[in-house]
T-cell receptor, first 110, second 115 residues
Framework: SQKIEQNSEALNIQEGKTATLTCNYT??????LQWYRQDPGRGPVFLLL?????KEKRKERLKVTFDTTLKQSLFHITASQPADSATYLC?????????FGTGTRLTIIP | GAVVSQHPSRVICKSGTSVKIECRSL??????MFWYRQFPKKSLMLMAT?????????EQGVEKDKFLINHASLTLSTLTVTSAHPEDSSFYIC???????????FGPGTRLTVL
């Protein structure tokens, strides 16, 4: 069955540095991956989608990569700010549905 | 992206009662709507997928007679939790997807507490 993992449950980064979050998948090849931000008590907010034939996608301070050889996606936030503190979810699309990782709780320390 | 609303945002009910949660796509024709459930510190788990005008497809382990889903139009889906029990207490989130684009957008969620 599809399995997607975000290995870091929590990550603390100093303000101004780049935060890098990891998402790994096994047992399948997703057509695309999506990254979301979720704040406590709120629904996920869509950030970026990257397809299997795309190596990298950017949006403002966000960058996502997709390595089909390593079966991994990396999510980067450059020039991180305290307002970036949230849980970030990786989701892969396969078998007509999104499967979510457990998320990484990112804290940006001023 | 699409703007999705849910109502109510939180609900407390007694065990044995039924609760209806509405999901509206305010500016987007949602050909497909999804319902997820999220327990504290856990990931989102897909409960069911519905296409407008069709019966919902439920994930394994989700009781279709307990979680009634109606996708009446391209902008409205409802989830009814029938005969709710304390173990049904959770955060329920709907999501929408259009026919062309692959992006999926989520509502703000509904916190259900069954006493």
């Amino acid at each position: 069955s599809q399995k997607i993992e975000q290995n870091s449950e929590a990550l603390n980064i100093q303000e101004g540095k780049t935060a890098t979050l990891t998402c790994n998948y096994t047992n399948y090849s997703p057509a695309y991956l999506q990254w979301y931000r979720q704040d406590p008590g709120r629904g996920p907010v869509f950030l970026l989608l990257i397809r299997e034939n795309e190596k990298e996608k950017r949006k403002e301070r966000l960058k996502v990569t997709f390595d089909t050889t390593l079966k991994q996606s990396l999510f980067h936030i450059t020039a991180s700010q305290p307002a970036d503190s949230a849980t970030y979810l990786c989701a892969s699309f396969g078998n007509e549905k999104l499967t979510f990782g457990t998320g990484t709780r990112l804290t940006i320390i001023p | 992206g699409a703007v999705v609303s849910q109502h109510p945002s939180r609900v407390i009910c007694k065990s044995g009662t039924s609760v209806k949660i509405e999901c509206r796509s305010l500016d987007f024709q949602a050909t497909t709507m999804f319902w997820y459930r999220q327990f504290p510190k856990k990931s989102l788990m897909l409960m069911a997928t519905s296409n407008e005008g069709s019966k919902a497809t439920y994930e394994q382990g989700v009781e279709k007679d307990k979680f009634l889903i109606n996708h009446a139009s391209l902008t409205l889906s409802t989830l009814t939790v029938t005969s709710a029990h304390p173990e049904d207490s959770s955060f329920y989130i709907c999501s929408v997807k259009g026919l062309v684009a692959d992006e999926q957008f989520f509502g703000p969620g509904t916190r259900l507490t069954v006493l």
